[in-house]
């Protein structure tokens, strides 16, 4: 079944808020079997509205949209629809009763008057309750056309495409032979697309018909995206199976999780099970790979603290750096990040290390080292072994670059990786 999402909002088309519902959208309904032709964003206008909905049926004859529900003045999708449908607006008692008395629950007596206009429906459309929130959901049919209301508040929408719009399209288009669109992600770190293409080579005889490859290049790393197409939803688990066990032993180690896996979680991981602790220390990145790691619920079990030796006197004192291995090599240097690792290890009485020094840039570069340049260096099993990279990018791209291939060593070295 075709379908197209059109999100409604001035502050979406405006870029004051990022579109998040039509990007989770797409996935929950390619995830359930549909074929989402394309997505539209227009502005709270009641002409723009009507005639992108009338354009999208044209094109796909199924329309789900989320946005302008609300009780106020901007929140026009409900007309305009009604009017594309040729049809009245007729205000639900039930509805009424229902949104008086979820504004008791949360204790205030009397609900607004605006607010009454959420009960307004089109003559003929199907009620979708919203369990988390004032506005219904409406599902319109007319001449084997379907248009789905639904609100823009994320967490009702989630709700509603879950609970309501999804089965009840299923059931729609029939259960007997329904396919699915299904996705399953590689994550790898510390090499390009380019380069990981050529790793891979020719994919076409272990994929399958069935199975697609999607390059998803990052600051982080290259995901790699397989996709199930138009299969029977019972085999398009064990496609996805059989296309990740053929592609992981051509990624070797650069392969570090499925799907949204954190690598800082990987890395506190490996070290729990070892009964190791971590310790950080900081230049250029700032605390990141410890803001990374403290994002991890139980990484204190794992990760004792770090130090943002951001100044050269905190390297000095704090970490222990000589003052000869700073003005003989400068801060950003092998010496330096090596004493920095060791420092930070010995200071807070942990087992594994982690030591970043760079010029993130924009200015401090030089010949010798240009921005972009890092030294990171990684302490395990009482050995400290230091990297350097001359990293792409802005400033930001730079620290986060670093901090990931700072992760990605030390995950390498606990799984006896030669580098």
């Known amino acids: 079944m075709d379908c197209e999402i059109l999100t409604v909002g001035t502050e ?12 989770e959208m797409g996935r929950m309904l390619t995830e359930a079997g549909l074929h989402v032709t394309g997505m539209t964003t227009v502005g709270d206008h009641p002409g723009g509205i009507k005639g992108h909905l009338g354009a999208a049926l044209g094109r796909a004859g199924t329309v789900i949209v989320s946005g302008g529900l609300g009780p106020t003045s901007d929140d026009i999708t409900r007309p305009a629809a009604a009017e594309l449908f040729g049809r009245k607006l007729v205000r639900d008692p039930q509805l009424v009763e229902q949104l008086r008395a979820m504004f008791k629950s949360r204790g205030v007596q009397n609900m607004p008057e605006s607010n009454l206009v959420q009960a307004d429906v089109p003559e003929g459309a199907t009620i979708l309750p919203n369990l988390r929130g004032t506005a219904p959901g409406l599902w319109i049919e007319d001449g084997g056309r379907l248009v789905v209301l639904i609100p823009g508040v994320p967490k009702e929408m989630r709700a509603l495409m879950s609970d309501e719009v999804v089965p009840r399209l299923k059931r729609r288009a029939g259960e007997n032979g329904w396919t699915v669109v299904r996705s399953r992600t590689l994550r790898t770190t510390g090499i390009g697309e380019s380069a990981l293409a050529d790793k891979l080579g020719d994919t076409s005889g272990v994929l399958g018909a069935s199975v697609t490859l999607a390059y998803l290049p990052t600051v ?8 199930a197409w138009n299969v029977p939803e019972q ?6 199976e059989k296309a990740a ?3 992981r032993p051509r990624l070797g180690e650069r392969v570090y999780g499925e799907g949204e896996t954190d690598l800082a979680a990987v890395v506190l991981k490996l070290l729990e099970d070892k009964g190791a602790s971590l310790a950080t220390a900081e230049s250029c990145t700032g605390g990141l790979v410890g803001a990374r790691l403290t994002a991890i619920p139980g990484s204190s079990r794992v990760y004792k603290g770090g ?8 390297k000095l004192q704090q970490l222990g750096v000589s003052a000869d291995a700073i003005a003989e090599h400068g801060a950003v240097s092998e010496a330096v990040v090596r004493q920095m690792a060791e420092g930070v290890a010995r200071s807070l009485d942990a087992s594994a290390a982690i030591a970043i020094t760079g010029v993130a840039g924009p200015t401090g570069g030089s010949d010798a080292k240009p921005v972009g340049t890092v030294w990171i260096g ?11 990279h001359i990293l792409p990018g802005d400033r930001e791209d730079v620290r ?4 990931q291939y700072a992760l990605d060593y030390l995950r390498r070295r606990i799984q006896g990786s030669s580098r």
Not at 235 to 240: I, K, N, S, W
Not at 378 to 388: G, K, N, P, S
């Open 378 to 388: 990684v302490l395990w099993q009482d050995q400290v072994r230091a990297f350097t």
């Open 220 to 227: 982080a790393g290259t995901d790699l995206r397989l996709t």
């Open 235 to 240: 085999e398009a688990d064990a496609l996805l």
């Open 245 to 247: 066990l053929a592609l």
């Open 307 to 314: 130090v943002v030796a951001y100044d050269d006197e905190v």
């Open 400 to 403: 986060g670059r670093a901090a």
């Open 12 to 23: 979406l088309v405006l870029g004051f808020t990022v579109n998040t519902n039509a990007a």
